[in-house]
């Protein structure tokens, strides 16, 4: 069984940078293609950031050169580094894990919130 835990979400200006983190449990982290969504408010849930296991990344084309995506398999950690945030970013941002084709997995969402 794969739990998600996501933290580092809040309240920050337009332009400044926030980092999440989502804590991993289980014994297959190595093995999962990780990643980021978001839900804005009113829209539907989207993808963010992709890392494979390998360690190959995917962006979504409005977060490019803004967002980084990273993973530490030792810590079964995954981190989004997020700068030069703007309004447009508010959502809920969602951990996700999956193996393959198997389950979908999902953390409880982290709210970011960005001020202009």
């Known amino acids: 069984q794969v739990q998600l835990v996501e933290s580092g979400g809040g309240l920050v200006q337009s332009g400044g940078s926030l980092r999440l983190s989502c804590a991993v449990s289980g014994n297959i982290f190595s093995s999962l293609s990780m990643g980021w969504y978001r839900q804005p408010p009113g829209k539907q849930r989207e993808l963010v950031a992709i890392i494979s296991s390998g360690g190959s990344t995917t962006y979504t084309d409005s977060v490019k050169g803004r967002f980084t995506i990273s993973r530490d398999n030792a810590k079964k950690m995954v981190y989004l580094q997020m700068n030069s945030l703007s309004p447009e970013d508010t959502a809920v941002y969602y951990c996700?894990?999956?193996?393959?084709?198997?389950?979908?997995?999902w953390g409880q969402g982290t709210q970011v919130t960005v001020s202009s």
């Open positions: 996700y894990a999956r193996r393959n084709t198997g389950p979908i997995y």
